[in-house]
């Protein structure tokens, strides 16, 4: 994982079958847009997290491509409903080839 760059997640630990719940993620990332300059002039290369992904049990519940208007340490909250005790999985996808993730297990009361 690239220096600075943290994903926090959080999910509750248990529901009951079927419930709707709240996610909110954040990922701290500098999230350069490629249209700065540095003090000498240079364009500062884009940087940003292009793409933002979750699962459970293997499924997809978001998939979000990301464009450089997006701000610096981006945060995204959503409701998901959950059938079954299982795992989300996070994924952020760097410009620069990284990818970050995340593994919150969920179980069912």
């Known amino acids: ?3 600075g760059v943290k994903p926090r997640v959080k999910v ?6 079927g419930e709707t719940i709240t996610i909110k993620t954040l990922i701290s990332h500098q999230m ?12 500062i290369p884009r940087s940003i997290i292009n793409r933002f992904v ?3 049990n293997g499924e997809n519940v978001i998939d979000v491509t990301l464009e450089p208007a997006i701000s610096t340490n981006p945060y995204f909250e959503f409701e998901a409903t959950v059938p079954e005790a299982g ?3 996070f994924t952020w996808y760097d410009d620069d080839g ?4 995340s593994v919150q297990e969920v179980a069912v009361n």
Request: hydrophobic share 30%; proline share 3%; glycine share 6%.
């Open 87 to 89: 795992e989300f999985h």
């Open 1 to 3: 994982m690239a220096e």
């Open 12 to 17: 509750p630990k248990s529901v009951s079958a």
């Open 54 to 56: 979750v699962d459970f």
């Open 32 to 43: 350069e847009s490629g249209q700065r300059k540095d003090s000498d002039g240079n364009v």
């Open 98 to 101: 990284s990818v970050y993730e």
